[in-house]
């Protein structure tokens, strides 16, 4: 009968360390509280910047959870796209804080 409670033990306690170790690489922010819209663009040569217009505005599109046209947002900094591109978009929050967030001119990207 003990083992069976040692056995159950074991099991929940590896539960909750799984939990944990998801949260703090996917939820735990990694830069205090700033000012801006909440996601940024990170480029493929690993710079960080601000959105123009039409990104906002795409990114405050809702859209279908099966749409092929929704923007992908990354879920890690150093993650990478199916085609092993680092681009994407990200939360602000979740951009390293030695990573510096460049400023664009707010114009269109549609020419």
Excluded: C, W
Excluded at 54 to 71: C, I, K, Q, S, W
């Amino acid at each position: 009968m003990s083992i069976l409670f040692i056995t159950i033990g074991v099991v929940v306690g590896a539960i909750i360390l799984g939990i944990g170790i998801v949260y703090l690489r996917y939820f735990i922010p990694l830069r205090p509280q700033e000012n801006g819209f909440e996601y940024v663009h990170v480029n493929d040569d690993g710079t960080v910047r601000e959105l123009y217009k039409d990104e906002v505005e795409y990114l405050n599109e809702e859209f279908h959870p099966t749409d092929g046209a929704r923007p992908y947002i990354k879920s890690r900094y150093k993650s990478l796209t199916p085609d092993k591109r680092m681009s994407g978009f990200i939360q602000r929050n979740r951009v390293p804080k030695k990573v510096e967030i460049k400023n664009v001119v707010q114009q269109s990207i549609k020419k």
